[in-house]
T-cell receptor
Framework: GNSVTQMEGPVTLSEEAFLTINCTYT??????LFWYVQYPGEGLQLLLK?????DKGSNKGFEATYRKETTSFHLEKGSVQVSDSAVYFC??????????FGKGTRLSVIA | DAMVIQNPRYQVTQFGKPVTLSCSQT?????MYWYQQKSSQAPKLLFH???????NEADTPDNFQSRRPNTSFCFLDIRSPGLGDAAMYLC????????????FGPGTRLLVL
């Protein structure tokens, strides 16, 4: 079956540090890959997505590249801000199956 | 802006007292989903509607029901809430199933006293 594994948190970084949150997946067929962000007390917001191998999704300074050879979709940002503090979920969808989420990674950025 | 709206944002109910959460969308999407999310966990899919076709997840308790009277609205009914049902409930929509992007509402936080 489909599954997503992402690095356990929490991750604590200083402002302007480089961020990487690892995400790997197992899927049948050709999944679409997503990163969602959840700020405290709110719903999930789509951060970025990629639908085929070698696609790079980007938004608000965050990037992730769909790597089929390593079945990965790692999230990166060159310089984090306090406002980036949130929980980040990696997810995939494939065929007609619903979204499969990773367990989430809590990021705290301190000034 | 097109969006997914959930009301209320916070709901308090009593143990065993039925409660209904609502979701509406202006995206004109075919699929609507309900998720349960407990603290520090990933959302758990309860069920979804593809148009009028209802799809229940195998492990969703019978205590949870849903209605979709039209394309824009979907309701989550909890017939007899227990303390374990306290959670954030998220509604989401997508244009189709499969590899489509899901768009989430802000959620309703349910407290059971």
């Amino acid at each position: 079956g489909n599954s997503v594994t992402q690095m356990e948190g929490p991750v604590t970084l200083s402002e302007e540090a480089f961020l990487t949150i690892n995400c790997t997946y197992t899927a049948t067929g050709y999944p679409s890959l997503f990163w969602y962000v959840q700020y405290p007390g709110e719903g999930l917001q789509l951060l970025l997505k990629a639908t085929k191998a070698d696609d790079k999704g980007s938004n608000k300074g965050f990037e992730a590249t769909y790597r089929k050879e390593t079945t990965s979709f790692h999230l990166e940002k060159g310089s984090v801000q306090v406002s980036d503090s949130a929980v980040y979920f990696c997810a995939l969808s494939s065929g007609n199956t619903p979204l499969v989420f990773g367990k989430g990674t809590r990021l705290s950025v301190i000034a | 802006d097109a969006m997914v709206i959930q009301n209320p944002r916070y709901q308090v109910t009593q143990f065993g007292k039925p409660v209904t959460l609502s979701c509406s969308q202006t995206l004109n999407h075919n699929v609507m989903y309900w998720y349960q999310q407990k603290s520090s966990q990933a959302p758990k899919l309860l069920f979804h509607y593809y148009d009028k076709d209802f799809n229940n997840e195998a492990d969703t308790p019978d205590n949870f029901q849903s209605r979709r009277p039209n394309t824009s609205f979907c309701f989550l009914d909890i017939r007899s809430p227990g303390l374990g049902d306290a959670a954030m409930y998220l509604c989401a929509t997508s244009r189709g199933r499969g590899r489509e992007t899901q768009y989430f509402g802000p959620g309703t936080r349910l407290l059971v006293l």
